[in-house]
């Protein structure tokens, strides 16, 4: 698997959208890597296109102080549109929340709660991810 960060867009991009399964055993067998950990800044947000449930979506990934990466579909939940002002490009709240480029509601890095806005106490969608030797994996461990 071939990796690059596009920097003009500061986005981890995968050679396709369907990537070859991970080799390995047992829980990690089948789980697709959609990025290297290391390419994601610590409390930073990168942008990553991959196959979810049979379909090419944009995700959103948020790698926190302690290494944990979380992963949302890059979808407001108050219209539908992409979060980023420009593909791979976030905007950050002073409390370092993500808000939404088109009507500026603020979601918590956390769970993916929105605090502020037209969306407030709604959440962005979740995806499943693991980190697996230096790899941000979609799927759990036991999705094997």
Do not use: Y
Not at 25 to 50: F, T, Y
């Amino acid at each position: 698997m071939m990796w690059s960060i596009d920097r003009t867009r500061g986005a981890v991009v995968s050679s396709s959208l369907n990537p070859a399964p991970v080799e390995g055993d047992g829980a990690h067998a089948s789980a697709v890597a959609i990025a290297r950990i290391d390419a994601i800044p610590p409390g930073g947000l990168v942008e990553v296109e991959a196959e979810v449930e049979g379909e090419p979506e944009s995700l959103i990934l948020h790698r926190d102080g302690s290494d944990a990466v979380r992963a949302w579909r890059n979808i407001c939940p108050h219209a539908g549109r992409r979060l980023d002002w420009a593909p791979g490009q976030f905007l950050r709240a002073k409390d370092g929340s993500l808000v939404c480029a088109v009507h500026g509601a603020s979601f918590e890095l956390e769970a993916g709660r929105c605090i502020a806005g037209p969306c407030r106490g709604d959440r962005l969608r979740a995806v499943a991810v693991q980190c697996v030797d230096g790899e941000v994996r979609l799927g759990t461990p036991d999705a094997g």
